[in-house]
């Protein structure tokens, strides 16, 4: 960096004050900002109010999205004796409208049931098979594979038990984001319930002692809605067409405090600090909020990504996600999320930052990354998180925001779970990332990495299956690739001294965001451009992944033969996406 960026980013983290987070938090503690609410609209328009205020240019989109809004649950056992348990229903189940269903109940494990099961395991065992006409119960959240593949088996209702006090809000659907032709006959096809711990081991015990006749019912209201997207554009003074897409959602589960009240007061500030000095940034910023998170699979920022899809494509150089940052105990950087061209750039800005050893994964297919289809890098998700000793010595159980605090989307997910040391020190991790992307002559985009991690993921899949299907081509593809990145870096080196404003400075940026463009898709989505995939994981290049499982299948079988002609043709996509980036840097 230079002595006049270093200048101006202390200067930018020097600015960084509690006074408007504080004051955003106050006013959301009286809020529940469910999408589609009245609270929502008010939490939205305080926070529009805060820009006016600041004098920053703004527009509040009112999109239509489609929502799936819980509102009652119920499980009560009929025999072998009569009692009730406390229970919610997750967005998207079927809604019984308070009519019970009935049925037997029967224990089916979680593919991880162990004391510290993972409540994200989406996994149901491979043995379980006479379950038609049964209720169910299992461990963990109710994940969207979980329920399919409970449907699919003919059960008329789940139940899934989590593994604390509370009952844990959540969603079940696959579809991302609102629906369209191809994902409309995706909504879950069975009522789907939740119970704590304590209820659930009771339930569990009875099925397994004697026949359990079960009733439960739910009640959902579900439609579009229209909810409120603040959209904000600070613009650089150099390049001010680019821009990085900071985002982060507005509404909640019940109060919601650590998710997503602290990441909304901290893209507010951020909002505050960057428009106040926009006159030190090289490219711009834009900033978005999104309604929908949580009742609607994301539906806000998808919204956003279809939108706003060209524009996106032609400009946007990252999309950085703001989650439960500054929440209570969370000093850790060990559990990042970033696509892996951008993590050293990450680690060194987590460091210089707040003196942290930081460490990243693949980003699952979770929170807002709704820009995988368009091949955006991206950086971080959720923020801080508790060191995992302290977990340990907690007992606490894996979740998925408040910085690893249980109290993660629950009615107790209240002021105490905010540490305003633990925000500040987040905004900083937050604004020296996006600043020094900002003012990069060059983007700190290693690409290299891609295909090393391109090159680790074939010779997986390939020792996987063995001689039942051959990589040679993508091999030959990758090692390609990954020696003209070599040569292609070489050349970066001679222009990191020019400025942003050189034709040979913007002809080599745009090429970086080409390559990403080309080579994300193929590593996180099976859809093509500007769909989106469904929320269910997916591994490093999709398309060939099946040969994980093509060994253990009947050679010669039905299943065996479709799964080599879908290998064939997603290896077939995987090589021509990676000679088409080698096009982009000028190697074939």
């Not at 101006?8 to 408007?20: C, W």
């Not at 929502?67 to 009730?84: G, I």
């Not at 395991?121 to 299992?138: C, F, T, Y």
């Not at 991206?378 to 925001?401: A, C, D, H, R, T």
Request: glycine letters at 6%; proline letters at 5%; hydrophobic letters at 40%.
């Amino acid at each position: 960096m230079t002595s006049i960026v270093k200048e101006h980013e202390k200067l930018l983290l020097d600015e960084i004050s509690m006074v408007t987070p504080k004051r955003i938090l106050d006013v959301f503690s009286g809020l529940i900002r469910e999408s589609g609410s009245e609270d929502e609209r008010t939490a939205a328009h305080f926070l529009a109010s805060l820009l006016k205020e600041w004098g920053v240019p703004h527009t509040v989109h009112y999109p239509s999205i489609y929502l799936s809004v819980p509102k009652t649950a119920s499980v009560t056992a009929l025999a072998p004796a009569a009692k009730s348990f406390r229970a919610k229903t997750p967005s998207f189940s079927v809604s019984t409208n308070g009519v019970p269903v009935t049925g037997e109940l029967v224990y089916v494990p979680s593919a991880q049931a162990t004391d510290r099961y993972d409540i994200f395991d989406a996994k149901v065992k491979e043995e379980v098979n006479d379950l038609a006409g049964k209720i169910v119960i299992s461990e963990g959240l109710a994940m969207p594979e979980k329920v399919a593949t409970f449907h699919d088996k003919g059960v008329l209702g789940a139940i899934f038990i989590n593994p604390g006090t509370n009952i844990h809000d959540g969603i079940c659907t696959t579809i991302w984001g609102s629906p369209d032709l191809d994902t409309i006959g995706n909504e879950p096809k069975i009522p789907v319930v939740a119970v704590n711990k304590s209820d659930g081991e009771a339930l569990k015990a009875m099925c397994q002692t004697d026949t359990t006749v079960i009733e439960l019912a739910t009640s959902l209201e579900k439609g579009w809605h229209e909810c409120p997207l603040i959209d904000l554009f600070i613009e650089g003074t150099e390049e001010p067409e680019k821009y990085i897409l900071l985002h982060g959602h507005l509404d909640s589960w019940h109060i919601g405090i650590g998710d997503n009240t602290t990441g909304d007061a901290a893209l507010m500030e951020m909002a505050r600090i960057f428009y106040k000095h926009r006159d030190k940034l090289k490219r711009s910023l834009r900033i978005a909020i999104w309604p929908g998170h949580s009742t609607g699979r994301y539906a806000g920022s998808t919204w956003f990504a279809d939108q706003f899809a060209l524009d996106l494509d032609a400009n946007c150089i990252a999309q950085v996600n703001c989650d439960s940052p500054g929440c209570r105990w969370a000093t850790s950087y060990e559990k990042m999320d970033w696509t892996i061209e951008v993590g050293e750039h990450c680690k060194q800005a987590i460091l210089d930052a707040v003196k942290e050893e930081a460490k990243g994964k693949r980003p699952n297919r979770a929170g807002d990354y709704s820009f995988h289809n368009i091949g955006i890098t991206s950086f971080y998700k959720l923020s801080s998180s508790i060191p995992q000793e302290q977990l340990k010595e907690k007992g606490y159980y894996p979740v998925g925001g408040c910085g690893s605090n249980i109290e993660w989307h629950t009615e107790d997910d209240l002021m105490h779970v905010a540490d305003f040391d633990i925000l500040h020190r987040d905004l900083k991790v937050y604004m020296t990332s996006i600043y020094r992307v900002l003012q990069a002559t060059i983007l700190p985009y290693d690409f290299r990495k891609t295909a090393d991690e391109f090159m680790d993921t074939i010779q997986q899949y390939q020792e996987a299956c063995g001689e039942h299907f051959r990589f040679d081509q993508a091999v030959v593809a990758a090692k390609e690739l990954r020696q003209s990145l070599e040569d292609f870096y070489l050349e970066l080196q001679f222009l990191k001294t020019e400025n942003l404003a050189s034709p040979a400075v913007k002809a080599a940026n745009e090429r970086l965001l080409q390559l990403g463009r080309t080579l994300i898709p193929i590593n996180f989505t099976r859809r093509g451009k500007f769909h989106h995939d469904p929320a269910v994981q997916i591994p490093a290049l999709p398309d060939i992944a099946p040969a994980l499982q093509l060994a253990a299948l009947e050679p010669g079988s039905h299943r065996y033969r479709v799964t080599q002609t879908h290998l064939l043709r997603g290896q077939n996509r995987v090589v021509w996406a990676m000679k088409e980036a080698q096009k982009w840097i000028g190697k074939a």
